[in-house]
């Protein structure tokens, strides 16, 4: 991950400031906004990517998993390559692998073709996102030039998820989901042509690739993720879910005894020491398990239920994005004032009252009804917690491992997400065949004999009866996300103490959290 370090090191004596800095800015941002709208823009054309691929409704689940799983658990390796191989060289690299990567899944003919192009953006976004952060600081003069340029890059991250789902609603309305890959393509050519002819490279730096690190952590991650979306559908006793957790425990405890021993280590556990830090950590990834579920299952529900049409769902989650962006202004303003404690706890509540709201859906709920007021609440507990969560972070940690704080913190909500959305997409998967299997009851007592043959010989349930097993499914999975939301609360009460913290200058370019 960049680091406050990289900020220090690119002095104007060591690093040659470019004559357009304009469109080294833009090559730079275009960059983060690439990586970051790749979640909510390929989230909204999930009903249609099912369609096309025949994904089940659990398995769906591994096109967002496949790229936040590597995207975070390669995130910290990426900062490392930039430092000592280059920033420039491996920024384009990053951006090479990831549009190679969105080509490849725009083309994908099968489910496991496009797994495996969405993972391997995860890798090209874990390479080129860090290192892209870092590039403003070799870029652009401390001080207010440089201030400017953090500034636009914050918003354009900030503004990432909105711009996803809008756009990923025009493209697969106007044209296929497909685009929403394809769209990737020009963009990230154009990006690895101009980098070279606009951005200056950085000093190399001596260091150590943490790779078994970062492979035992990534492995451990998608082999735990694996075995909770394959209980979903063969059930807790099944050998190959037994070997994917056994698989899981071995990995992250090698992983852990690796970060133990390692003399330059991706993750260093020194940092989780500090009880507020830790607190922190765990927060951020209980509310991201509850996050990513949200938005995927609320995706189905107006689609699916409501019959929203892709773009018409992209507006709908605009709302949500307007209270995370106002309640995140609205906390960071006020951090000198109140402290981070307050937000965290509130936020936590909010999050939880959401949840909450939401559990209430049901086949009937309206957009207004029964989707608005749960996800505003939510969005408003969401911006409240990104911006203390992270400054309890940073605080009190030695200026050269800021970085590896922060990029801890990123991962912490990449692999929180996905582990919470598989765990989600298990409770569905196993509420869904109890309710389908009631729902195949009350469809045959009342079926014409052409109607009942037609169900056996394929199995599907016909409308309003599949609608209610997909509801009952996700207003279950909500149920479990209370836990979650609870956590989150409990540690925002009783783990985390800080009262008030500094407010170091080095938050948003190590960070790039929120």
């Avoid at 083309?107 to 495996?116: E, F, P």
């Avoid at 830090?277 to 765990?282: H, N």
């Avoid at 409770?427 to 009851?441: H, I, K, P």
């Avoid at 009262?499 to 959290?513: C, E, H, L, Q, Y």
Wanted: hydrophobic fraction near 50%; glycine fraction near 12%.
């Amino acid at each position: 991950m960049a680091t406050s370090r990289a900020l220090a090191e690119a002095s104007p004596a060591t690093a040659r400031r470019g004559q357009h800095p304009g469109i080294a800015l833009t090559v730079i941002a275009a960059t983060q906004l690439m990586v970051v709208l790749d979640i909510t823009i390929v989230n909204i054309a999930l009903p249609h990517i099912q369609q096309a691929l025949k994904f089940s409704t659990t398995d769906l689940s591994w096109v967002i998993n496949a790229y936040t799983l590597t995207f975070g658990g390669l995130l910290l390796l990426g900062g490392r390559a930039g430092d000592i191989l280059g920033r420039r060289r491996v920024f384009v690299v990053g951006v090479l692998v990831f549009s190679l990567a969105s080509l490849l899944g725009g083309v994908a003919q099968s489910s496991a073709w496009l797994l495996a192009a969405r993972a391997l953006q995860g890798v090209g976004g874990a390479i080129a996102s860090p290192t892209a952060l870092a590039l403003i600081a070799t870029n652009f003069k401390e001080g207010q030039e440089r201030n400017r340029a953090f500034g636009v890059y914050s918003a354009v991250a900030g503004a990432g998820g909105a711009i996803g789902l809008l756009l990923g609603g025009m493209l697969t309305s106007w044209l296929s989901w497909r685009w929403v890959l394809f769209v990737n393509v020009p963009i990230g050519i154009a990006i690895a042509l101009l980098a070279p002819l606009y951005i200056n490279e950085s000093e190399r730096h001596p260091g150590r690739f943490d790779l078994p690190g970062a492979l035992t952590a990534t492995a451990g991650m998608v082999s735990l993720v694996y075995g909770f979306i394959r209980a979903s559908d063969h059930g807790w006793t099944d050998p190959v879910t037994l070997t994917a957790f056994g698989l899981a425990v071995v990995l992250v405890a090698a992983f852990v005894a690796n970060e133990r021993r390692a003399r330059q280590p991706i993750m260093p556990l020194r940092l989780l020491r500090d009880r507020n830090r830790s607190g922190a950590y765990g927060l951020l990834l209980c509310v991201a398990a509850t996050m990513f579920s949200i938005f995927f299952f609320i995706t189905l529900f107006v689609q699916e239920i409501l019959g929203f049409s892709p773009l018409r769902a992209g507006f709908a989650f605009l709302p949500i994005s307007v209270a995370i962006v106002g309640a995140a202004q609205f906390a960071a303003r006020n951090q000198l004032r109140f402290g981070p404690k307050p937000f965290l706890v509130a936020g936590s509540l909010l999050v939880l009252g959401g949840v909450a709201w939401a559990t209430q859906i049901d086949i009937d709920s309206s957009y207004i009804g029964g989707i608005l007021g749960p996800t505003m609440m939510f969005g408003f507990g969401m911006g409240s917690i990104f911006v203390p969560a992270t400054l309890t972070v940073v605080s009190h940690v030695a200026p050269h491992e800021t970085g590896a704080a922060t990029g801890m913190l990123n991962t912490t909500q990449q692999v929180g997400g996905s582990l919470g959305l598989s765990i989600l997409v298990t409770v569905y998967g196993t509420a869904s065949r109890a309710e389908a299997r009631q729902q195949a009851g009350a469809f045959l007592r009342q079926a014409t004999p052409q109607q009942a043959a037609q169900f056996r010989a394929t199995g599907r349930l016909p409308e309003p009866y599949s609608s209610q097993v997909l509801v009952h499914g996700i207003a279950t999975a909500f149920q479990l996300g209370l836990v979650f939301a609870a956590l989150a609360v409990a540690i925002a009460v009783f783990v985390i103490k800080v009262s008030r913290v500094p407010m170091p200058p080095a938050v948003s370019p190590s960070g790039g959290g929120a």
